[in-house]
């Protein structure tokens, strides 16, 4: 159906309110003088029903993980166990500059995932301060910065992969450094001779993720960070991916200095239509003195938020996503290490057993003899020149038949990619229908090209006008520029 | 072994027979060495009512305070409404992803275009994002967007700046070479415009105020701010605390180039630190536009010409451009934003002034008590909204007899003075408690 | 989408468990002897993922309140304020047989809803231990036999109005009483003259709605109350329909003696797609001392646990539907008394408001010139006579247009009725909406009666072989009865 | 005014200014001394906050236990999952209604075909259905039952018969002349056969016996009373503890014609009395079923050959048959239900035996210790499930003891004998706390 937005609901605008204030019979005036006060405003008018309604279905035209299988590769779109919800016990009301001695039990909590993500990774400590991944990744590049300044080796290059996802480099050039992509080779693993000529002096470190975003384990790692630290360069690991070697192998025994993890991703905590996530970093060594605060720690049997020696300050205003940590904390809980210690073995089962299901297929795979771990990178291209049906085409004709699309055109250096994680947390039988969607899909650009092409048609809305959607005379980003647009006859050119 | 999370683990060997493979295959290219040996030192598996019990332990392990603690500091206690935590509760929205695939995401992405319409309203700017992390991230990418903007090192601060919004401006910029000139307040605690006259020169890429700042005092003449910065070419950057522009101007009024806040306190829960809820938005203008930050969700039509809704001007994002983004940012708070357009929703035109008039009435309330009944002074005079400051003899002294009590009072500036902030989550009871414990240590 | 059954997902019947049982190191064996032990039992085998992606995506092909207007009469079926579910804290956890004194703040919870619902049924005492309206029914008429049985009058007729729902009659048979029914007279309203002559001293009691189904206010109901008194016999009041004068009139002031209430229709209660609901049940004078019991008493300071002195028993096994008379007492608070006081001034606006909308169709309707209150019933036979389009056609237009259907064929003296209850919780939008769906749909009887028939056509499924599912040899009331009849190669007749 | 829950409050002059008519008008038909004059008693409304803070203050009053109370007596602690929490909350379930609409209630009527299947498989039953009030509203309804069927009027029952059902048994039955007749039971607690025996004559309707009984006690010879009961063509009526069918036979493996029992165990939560859920079950006979109470859904296809689901055997139902229908129910337990069928599925076949297992292996392991370590005895020594009863001195006493360190006992049957439930909602060290106070005050 469509659903109106919700300012054009209330259309009699007659006088509505969807909660009501509490008010205390308290003598004070509203004294605001007239030069700051407010005049108007123009929000909706509704009562709860009409906006829980609104909602209600709006979120019934939205797939989640609760809908089906998200084969998105590099967003381990894993079930979220409900019982993470119950983590908002211990962190929905408190606020985080409480007296520490009234928070003993939430910092307990949080002081334990610290404890079992230093275990899983291998390193030795964890800030779990950065609400994101690529907010990880700015302060792990930070911490490299930093610690060169500090050493003071003048490094102005940060190598990446080219098949790193695109948080690196950006990451990298947030912080000022000039980014420096290391190219693959031809199974699609870091050029290792091709690293040494171009690790030098000037490198700082090199962001890596490990299994790559091909699904491919960088088997040469011991290599790669003996070239990396011989040239005093850093290695810094991308944890995006770690659902693929989690309980198998860690970071930190790979020769890692810092590492960022997704607790969103490997940890369960769900993705929100985009966020909120958690991150942690964890560092080695001496990089641990260099980690974002606070960080908890234990101080005769209580326990304190502590700042690390030459800590690079903090990334968010505050502790971190702490609510999410919670339910990171719930989902190792609820594994426990027997559980734990199967993620990387199923979910590596699953992404194999796709690329079993499809390999007799027009698909097309680099390296086809390497196993995958979490997640694999089909190329389209052969159907693509035999038939004229895109990565795109495939992932929307997907999407009619009730699954999500994979990711599609990354990494780069694949031609019309088609990149799929199916987690640990999929059935056979759920895999098994995916490949069946796929396979039949793949059928269709031979039988049925040009239906194909005008998919998805199963769906709330058809394919949507990218170019209306981004020119500038058309370009609408919120209601207030379409009123404007209204007033002003369509003659509103973002210029 | 079966797990309630695992549907294959039972089925493993199954599997890969099918495959023909065995579990090592799959590891082959994993070297030996470095494989984990033995068990890692976790915790065995819990049950879920185990997972429970062990929760209901650590809650008994933090203080059950009487009232929500008077704190502020950037974000605060308020109720959030049963509809929002249902709505959010929703898992179509909150197990989903980014929504690249727009056709099947509709109901997320025209969540998004609420929020930033919403959101657009409240500031009066044209273009906000869908998220940023924080306030603090907020005002820290602003920066970075005016460097990119104009090439220039200097910022201008307010020396009452939000410290913990400062620190995080700090952590981002100080790489990039930035480095931040604080202006001197007034006697009222409102920025001392003779002294940002000194100060501005054709080095400043920015100017940022906060309104209200950190004491809470409401900037009275930003308009002046914006005009000064207008001459020398300055990028203007307003941080606001959205729920008091139910009762002061908007940053579009001032016409200045970007906006950032906290969506907190708009239907999102304290969280002990976060998910919170970074705004940003950018006046109709190209030039800032494309150096936004973040996504952007956009209405257009599909091929029949209906309505939809999808992401637009992707080219600025890192997946796209990966160095030359605007930003790093992949995940944000989309949920918060949804959790904002719920109850901005809720509160409607009505009930958000209202709920800013009593807030605002509840801390002057709890002010003019302290002040009079027991005698504290400020140290800066000016209007507030929320958050007050007062002196105090002793702040640790005054903060155990209150902790004593099951109330957590103001946030610590110094040995003598206290942040305060007050809100419709505090009962007028629990502000006269409050007064009364003061009483007896005072 | 189509959804497996539940069985049928785990299609490799590989070993799965969507919970954990939380197991203590105890020494204890299950000894229970062969003779009595149970030896095999068929239940799917699932992880928590699939059953709830199973749950929620048939959550999403069925229709709530929270998707849309359900108009249906007499089930008033208005917005359930979500706040309603933090009641749950003050009665989830709390077993029905714990010492009263620690459940104080529970009772006093019971104590202010009866005491409010006194209040706005103008009755002595309320009893809360029904478990739903016809419990309360039962329960009522129970006591009407007890109050007959003590006084030693010989009664065993009940009188029913032909217009009352049908829970009435089979309440009065099911203690036995012989139901006879009062025609209306040609207004739809109690005719008072055949009431009277109809009324006798074997007349046990009148059991009357008020408002009646057809929405009318029984104006004479002070003759009525006279004549059922004099005869010796109870008036008990059916509170389906005290949406439609809440706060206007109460059922204690107009002579009744015996009130049950449905929490879930007047009271805001969900209706949980068919129940739980929660009742009432309230008594004037004399018949207070016949009510079900517990009923929660102060007495010094307590409240405690009472027993009327002649009272019934029990109707349900313990203390009622106390986590919705929870819900309940959020509602009233939440309102107040200022809201209840507009419930039927709204309710009544919108019924009336949704006539004028349709008074120039072919809707036909009984004393058009006397308003509604909550509900009105539409007859729709001149269109089925002049097009063949019948009720139950325009109920599935109506699906077919994203609305949930009227009430239809009820009450049975109006031919093809349409039987519509808007309730106070539906804007003025929607409800102008509603009636242009129904206008549409009466339009389509006209214009394209042929796919009016074929309806309705956007929904999961279309409609149902109704032979097929009640015919002795097809009847299919579980996945059991599936399984048999695949063994037995279909011949399992329902004999 | 506004009000959150009453959008046409502020326009309703406008709308009736639209109908040309006034408030006054539509009432007209009220007699005027009839109509409330003033204000009704009734407090103030509340914002959602004030509601919450009531119901704190309320909760605040109720004793905090420190572990979920060892009682029973029909409905017992346990933990309720997450999962079953979160569907029976997905509004499109519970503010549904009755699914007289299938077309667009498919969501509901599968699940409970669900429901009704899952709990054929536990019962061992073909037709169950959909949910009646509780075990006791089952139980008089299933009497009724037999009552239309034979038309006798004495009902044999067991003297162990768990007495809060026995009463709605009472308060059902006796306005239509149905007695009901005690067995003895053997001094294992099981029912005695001999005294059934010579009780058992053609003037009884039905026979009911429960499993496990009020003492917990498994029943081990009921093949022996549907034997009994068929010879006389007496109605076998069954009460089950559904939970206690993962370790013992369920009713249909002896044949019965009627079982009924509570859901309660199985994903419901306490309530303090309500929701429960009524189990109602027939073997698949056309007598039984046709004369069945409550609703039935079951499996069809649509005009298209889909499958789908739609209520059937309608025309035993009040709407319909009036004062002719099988019963007056309308309103039932169809979330609960649900809630059912949620659980249900989570447990599985293996997960519902263990449960099952870890109850019993838990009560019998408290048992054994009051008796073992207190001296308790046991008026019945019959094998039990979940709970049990032991002697005590002084019941109150020991009560007392127990709550003042915030453990609620076992049930109360006479001062002294107390009743206890123990599950997998009582860790072990609850049930070893609750013996140590015990020792004190024994």
């Known amino acids: 159906w469509d659903e109106p937005l919700i300012f054009e609901i209330n259309r009699t605008k007659s006088r509505r309110q969807g909660i009501l204030i509490p008010k205390e019979e308290i003598e004070e005036d509203v004294s605001i003088p007239d030069s700051v006060r407010r005049k108007e405003i123009d929000l909706p008018e509704l009562t709860e029903n009409e906006v829980v309604r609104h909602f209600v279905r709006l979120s019934q035209m939205n797939y989640g993980v609760d809908t089906g299988m998200m084969p998105l590769g590099s967003c381990t779109m894993k079930y979220n166990p409900k019982s993470e919800e119950l983590a908002q016990d211990i962190t929905g009301d408190y606020h985080p500059l409480q007296d520490v001695n009234t928070v003993q039990g939430t910092l307990e909590m949080i002081y334990e995932t610290q404890e079992w993500l230093k275990e899983v990774t291998g390193m030795d400590e964890c800030s779990l301060q950065v609400p994101a991944g690529s907010a990880g990744e700015l302060a792990g590049v930070i911490m490299i910065r930093k610690y060169h300044l500090e050493k003071e080796s003048h490094k102005d290059e940060m190598l990446v992969a080219d098949t790193a996802h695109g948080t690196n480099p950006a990451s990298a050039s947030m912080v000022g450094y000039k980014v420096v992509y290391i190219k693959s080779n031809e199974e699609g693993l870091v050029d290792v001779d091709l690293l040494r000529s171009t690790a030098s002096e000037r490198t700082a470190g090199f962001m890596l993720t490990n299994p790559n975003t091909l699904g491919l384990f960088e088997e040469n790692i011991g290599e790669i960070s003996k070239v990396i630290h011989e040239n005093g360069g850093l290695l810094y690991y991308d944890g995006a991916n770690l659902n693929g070697i989690l309980g198998i192998v860690r970071p930190g025994d790979m020769g890692f200095d810092i590492v960022h993890l997704n607790l969103h991703k490997t940890f369960g905590v769900p993705h929100g239509g985009g966020g909120p996530g958690a991150g942690a970093l964890c560092a080695k060594g001496e990089m641990t003195r260099y980690l974002p605060y606070p960080i908890v720690e234990k101080a005769e049997g209580k326990f304190i938020m502590n700042k690390p020696e030459r800590s690079i300050g903090k990334i968010s205003s505050f502790n971190g996503n702490i609510g999410n940590v919670a339910r990171a904390y719930v989902y190792i809980m609820g594994l426990g290490r027997e559980g734990i210690s199967e993620i990387a073995r199923l979910s590596t089962l699953a992404t194999n057993y796709l690329i079993d299901r499809l390999k007799d297929t027009k698909l097309e795979l680099k390296s086809p003899n390497r196993p995958r771990k979490h997640e694999v990178v089909f190329s389209a291209k052969k159907i693509f020149d035999e038939t004229g049906i895109s990565a795109l085409d495939i992932a929307k004709g997907l999407l009619d038949q009730g699954f999500y699309a994979p990711t599609i055109y990354f990494p780069p250096i694949v031609e019309e990619a088609l990149m799929i994680e199916p987690t640990e947390t999929e059935s056979i039988e759920t895999l098994d229908m995916f490949a069946n969607a796929l396979l039949k899909t793949i059928e269709d650009a031979y039988s049925n090209p040009d239906s194909l092409r005008r998919s998805p048609s199963n769906t709330a809305v058809g394919r949507l006008d990218q170019t209306k959607a981004n020119h500038p005379s058309t370009v609408t980003p919120s209601y207030k520029v379409e009123k404007l647009r209204l007033l002003l006859k369509n003659d509103l050119i973002l210029k | ?442």
């Open chain 2, 1 to 442: 072994m079966t797990h309630p999370w695992l549907p294959n683990l039972s089925s493993k060997e199954d599997i890969l027979k099918r495959m023909g493979k065995t579990e090592e295959d799959l590891f082959s290219d994993v070297p030996k060495e470095l494989m984990i040996k033995g068990d890692l030192n976790l915790p065995t598996r819990r049950s879920e009512y185990e997972v429970k019990l062990r929760l209901k332990e650590l809650k008994e392990k933090n203080v059950q305070l009487k009232y929500p603690p008077f704190l502020g500091g950037g974000v605060c206690p308020h109720y959030v409404p049963e509809a929002v935590k249902f709505i959010i509760s929703r898992s179509e929205f909150y197990t989903s992803y980014t929504p690249y695939q727009p056709e099947i995401s509709q109901g997320i992405l025209q969540a998004l275009y609420e929020y930033q319409s919403l959101m657009a309203e409240i500031l009066d700017m044209e273009v906000v994002n869908s998220s940023m992390y924080d306030w603090g991230s907020s005002l820290a990418e602003a920066v970075l967007m005016a460097f990119r903007i104009n090439g220039r090192k200097k910022v201008i601060i307010p020396e009452l700046i939000n410290p913990f919004h400062e620190e995080v401006l700090r952590t981002w910029t100080e790489p990039r070479g930035i480095t931040l000139v604080k202006v001197k307040p007034n006697e009222d605690g409102s920025l001392n415009l003779d002294d940002l006259s000194r100060k501005l020169n054709e080095e400043v890429s920015a100017i940022y105020v906060e309104q209200p700042n950190f004491y809470g005092i409401i900037e009275d003449n930003l308009e002046a701010v914006v005009e000064l910065a207008r001459r020398m070419k300055v990028v203007t950057i307003m941080g606001v605390n959205p729920l008091s522009l139910s009762l002061v101007k908007p940053p579009g009024e001032y016409g200045v180039d970007i906006a950032v806040g906290e969506g907190q306190e708009l239907g999102i829960p304290l969280n002990y630190g976060g998910p919170y809820m970074g705004i940003m938005a950018v006046r109709w203008d190209a030039k800032l536009v494309r150096q936004m930050p973040g996504r952007i969700v956009g209405k257009t039509k599909d091929e029949n010409g209906k309505q939809g809704y999808t992401l637009i001007l992707q080219t600025r994002e890192q997946f796209a451009r990966r160095e030359k983004a605007t930003s790093n940012i992949t995940t944000n708070e989309s949920l918060m934003a949804i959790a904002n357009a719920v109850y901005i929703s809720l509160l409607g035109k009505n009930g958000f002034k209202e709920l800013g008039e009593e807030i605002y009435r509840r801390s002057h309330y709890a002010m003019r008590k302290m002040v009079k009944e027991l005698g504290l002074s400020r140290t800066f005079q000016g209007d507030f909204f929320e958050e007050f400051e007062v002196n105090l003899k002793n702040y640790d002294k005054v903060h155990e007899a209150l902790l004593k009590r099951g109330i957590h009072g103001g946030l610590k500036l110094s040995d003598t003075s206290s942040l305060l902030c007050v809100t419709e989550a505090h009962p007028k009871k629990a502000i006269d408690e409050m007064v009364d414990v003061m009483k007896e240590v005072i």
